[in-house]
């Protein structure tokens, strides 16, 4: 089965420009999509095909795709963005990445 | 806008059955171009998507939870649910529905999200 591999934490100083790793076999060829969860809150969509916002999404968030390797980047970081970030992908079965805990310094 | 809600008991005795329901409102659960989701997250866990259903009644599940799983549509009500069987504690889960977009004929992107449903699997 298909596997994502994304980093258990990442920190960014108030204002930096974060960037969150998702790790798979020719991710490349796939079309990654992003969430944000805050704690007790469900998961929101903030990237869908590896680099689109859905309306409302501040445009400080973008993405990549390329290679084995997808990226979420969050410039001009603020507190609120503190959240575990989730990445997906399709591949015979909806298959998520384990998680990666933002921390805003 | 369109909106999901999930309902159902809170605890469940194993090895009984779970059993959810997921209202939409706001939109037609018959729309063309999208599938019907239900996602589960342990406590302190990562997402695990269950499988999906598209209007017609066509499904596709998670492998790993395939032989325990069943999910049907309403669409008179505009509702879609979930039942697994043989559950044990580590079914303890949120349980979420979502739409689920798709795109290049696939299953894609989950959005919007419900608020989510704590089941607690626990004799």
């Known amino acids: 089965s298909y596997e994502l591999t994304q980093p258990l934490s990442v920190s960014v100083a108030l204002g930096q420009t974060a960037r969150i790793t998702c790790g798979g076999n020719?991710?490349?060829?796939?079309?990654v999509h992003w969430y944000q969860q805050k704690p007790g809150q469900a998961p929101v969509l903030v990237i869908f095909?590896?680099?689109n916002r859905p309306s409302g999404i501040p445009e400080r968030f973008s993405g990549s795709n390329s290679g084995d390797t997808a990226t979420l980047t969050i410039s001009r970081a603020q507190a609120g963005d503190e959240a575990d970030y989730f990445c997906q992908v399709w591949d015979s079965n909806t298959v998520f990445g384990g998680g990666t805990k933002l921390t805003v310094l | 806008q369109l909106q999901m809600q999930e309902s159902g008991p809170g605890l469940v005795k194993p090895p009984e059955t779970l059993s959810l329901t997921c209202t939409v409102s706001?939109?037609?659960?018959?729309?063309?171009?999208?599938?019907w989701a239900w996602i589960r997250q342990p406590p302190g866990k990562g997402l695990e998507w269950i499988g999906n259903i598209y209007y017609s009644g066509s499904t596709y599940y998670n492998p790993s939870l395939k032989s325990r799983v069943t999910i049907s549509v309403d669409t008179s009500k505009n509702q879609f649910s979930l039942k697994l069987s043989s559950v044990t504690a580590a079914d303890t889960a949120v349980y979420y529905c979502?739409?689920?977009?798709?795109?290049?004929?696939?299953?894609?992107?989950?959005?919007?999200w419900g608020q989510g449903t704590l089941v607690t699997v626990s004799s």
């Open positions: 020719n991710i490349g060829s796939k079309n």
């Open positions: 095909t590896n680099s």
């Open positions: 979502a739409r689920q977009a798709l795109y290049q004929l696939l299953p894609n992107w989950l959005d919007p």
């Open positions: 706001g939109g037609s659960i018959s729309s063309s171009g999208h599938n």
